[in-house]
């Protein structure tokens, strides 16, 4: 396709993008590669073909390529930044601050009472971060439980997901990503800076230097840490893997759990949780027995 000129040239060549069809098989192979690479389930369903053709076909523009076939030839000559930019492309990274805002009341609780018990260190592990509101939030409850001793609240951020990652990392949002954050919280935690003539939130060093961000995949087929965690926060991930895919995962966070440790999951996710050695306290909160 040569490069379009003008803005109708523009519009007919993102249309002709729009009519490149996505078959069923071409569905199936990218479900399939998602699922082994992530763990992420799609089954064929309207909206999940629907979404696979509007998330790749940014890639095919971005490649230029003119089928998904071609796509598929690329992808499976392999190499680590195509597979981290095709599951960035897969994955869903809806995320806010104060999500499912029990849970750090639960949280504001529970950092004292594991700070009498556990001495010099609290660590606490969010494994689906995305673009790092949740281990934000969890850093300004730290901050806000335990007072001049939040210092000993240690988080790792981790997601599979290198794009949003990198987000997290720098820690800088615009306002419309401000969304959940009190103004109390804002003014204390964050401040104004401007970049390229806009304005953005960029999380002071109290809270950015708690954390420690690095690519995790859920899909690990066995956890190693060198200390257990005293909580871990494992939001709205699990309702992507399929029942297997949840059973190991949880039996893996419950493994890399301290004994009296808690495990928090999504409100919707909690259905399906069965460990002997967890037992259910309040929505989708856990503790280790
Ligand atoms: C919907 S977001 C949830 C973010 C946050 N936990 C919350 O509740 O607001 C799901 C996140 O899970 C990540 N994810 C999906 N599959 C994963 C895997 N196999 N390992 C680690 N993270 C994964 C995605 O990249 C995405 O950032």
């Given at each position: ?24 098989k ?42 998904y ?11 680590a ?30 950092l ?12 606490l ?15 300004m ?18 997601d ?80 992507y ?49």
């Amino acid at each position: 396709m040569s490069a379009p000129k003008k803005t109708s040239d523009i519009v007919s060549a993102l249309n002709d993008f729009e009519d490149i069809k996505l078959t069923d098989k071409m569905f199936g192979k990218f479900a399939e590669h998602m699922y082994t690479l992530a763990g992420v389930d799609l089954p064929l369903t309207p909206k999940n073909h629907a979404l696979i053709r509007n998330r790749i076909v940014k890639l095919l523009r971005r490649h230029s390529l003119k089928s998904y076939e071609e796509y598929w030839a690329m992808i499976e000559r392999g190499g680590a930044e195509l597979t981290s930019e095709f599951i960035s492309a897969l994955t869903t990274n809806m995320t806010s601050f104060y999500r499912e805002s029990n849970h750090f009341d639960f949280l504001t609780g529970a950092l004292p009472e594991l700070s009498k018990k556990f001495g010099s260190d609290i660590r606490l592990w969010c494994c689906a971060a995305s673009t790092g509101q949740e281990p934000y939030t969890i850093a300004m409850t730290a901050c806000e439980a335990l007072g001049d001793q939040y210092k000993k609240a240690r988080l790792l951020a981790t997601d599979i997901d290198l794009q949003v990652l990198k987000k997290a990392s720098i820690g800088t949002y615009e306002e419309r990503e401000m969304q959940g954050l009190p103004p109390a919280q804002r003014s204390k935690y964050f401040e104004k800076v401007k970049a390229q003539g806009e304005e953005f939130w960029r999380a002071k060093d109290q809270i950015h230097n708690m954390i420690r961000f690095a690519p995790f995949n859920l899909m690990t087929p066995k956890y190693e840490f060198q200390h257990q965690f005293h909580v871990i926060f494992c939001r709205n991930v699990l309702i992507y893997f399929d029942e297997a895919t949840t059973k190991k995962v949880i039996d893996n966070l419950t493994a890399c759990l301290a004994p009296g440790g808690y495990l928090v999951l999504g409100h919707s996710e909690s259905g399906n949780v069965k460990h002997t050695h967890l037992k259910p306290l309040s929505r989708a909160v856990y503790q280790k027995i």
